[in-house]
């Protein structure tokens, strides 16, 4: 690496002494920006309209002569490109271990060593482990609604979007990934995406020396009031999903 002395040039400047690994954020006159180490060596080159650091990887920004526009792509520490600069992406971030990229409106991903998980095809997108990730795809022309489904770091769905389950909802609760069917009853997956148990209980209590507290809802029509009328009926669970007993 070349050292640039930075205490003989009046023209550089640092902007953030806060990066780990002793890294610090630089920029030059033009407004470039760079990265060096505490003795002065290039990390990144100054080079880059906008430069932003984390999770061990550069979020860059340059501009192209040749077409006029500005392209984003991501480094690592040895200043290989990760994502390739393309002026097709409209913001690009780095959540729990995985970089996000946005085309227009719709989100893709690709895992931090640059391998493409899934194409910009999604309204948000969210990691909640280190191997799945929620996805979901707004319905804007009927009903505004917004549809989950759960994708692994292969891009394979786990739990494909609905369309027609309004209620789904997609959560790491504890060791587990818990989700709901149109119905409002909760299912539970393995951190892996392995099925442990199938919406069944419309509450799942927190588990305490292996047992949760569950409820079922079930439903009686009141010729009388003319309405339906709720019942819920609880019981016990083990670590296993196994049902101990319930009173109904």
């Known amino acids: 690496m070349k050292n640039i002395i930075p205490n003989s040039d009046k023209h550089l400047s640092v902007r953030n002494r806060n990066l780990e690994n002793g890294l610090i954020l630089v920029h030059a006159e033009g407004s470039l920006y760079g990265c060096i180490n505490r003795v002065g060596d290039i990390v990144i080159p100054i080079q880059y309209s906008r430069l932003s650091y984390s999770e061990g990887l550069f979020i860059a920004v340059i501009y192209d002569d040749a077409t006029k526009s500005y392209k984003k792509g991501v480094l690592n520490l040895l200043n290989d490109e990760v994502v390739p600069f393309e002026n097709c992406y409209s913001d690009i971030k780095i959540e729990n271990g995985l970089i996000l990229y946005r085309i227009g409106g719709l989100w893709g991903a690709y895992t931090i060593y640059g391998k493409k998980i899934c194409e910009a095809k999604y309204s948000h997108i969210k990691p909640i482990t280190d191997i799945m990730i929620k996805v979901g795809i707004v319905d804007n022309f009927l009903s505004n609604n917004t549809y989950w489904g759960l994708i692994n770091i292969k891009g394979e769905e786990v739990l494909p979007i609905n369309r027609y389950n309004t209620k789904c909802a997609i959560w790491k609760h504890d060791q587990f990934i818990a989700y709901t069917d149109n119905n409002g009853c909760i299912g539970y997956l393995d951190i892996t995406g ?15 020396d292996d047992y949760a507290i569950v ?11 003319e309405r339906e009328i709720e019942n819920r009926f609880y019981g016990v669970i083990n670590s296993s999903f196994e049902e101990i007993f319930f009173i109904i």
């Open 194 to 208: 392995r099925e442990l148990l199938k919406p069944t209980y419309t509450h799942i209590g927190d588990f305490v």
């Open 215 to 225: 409820a079922k809802t079930l439903y009686d029509y009141c010729h009388e009031e």
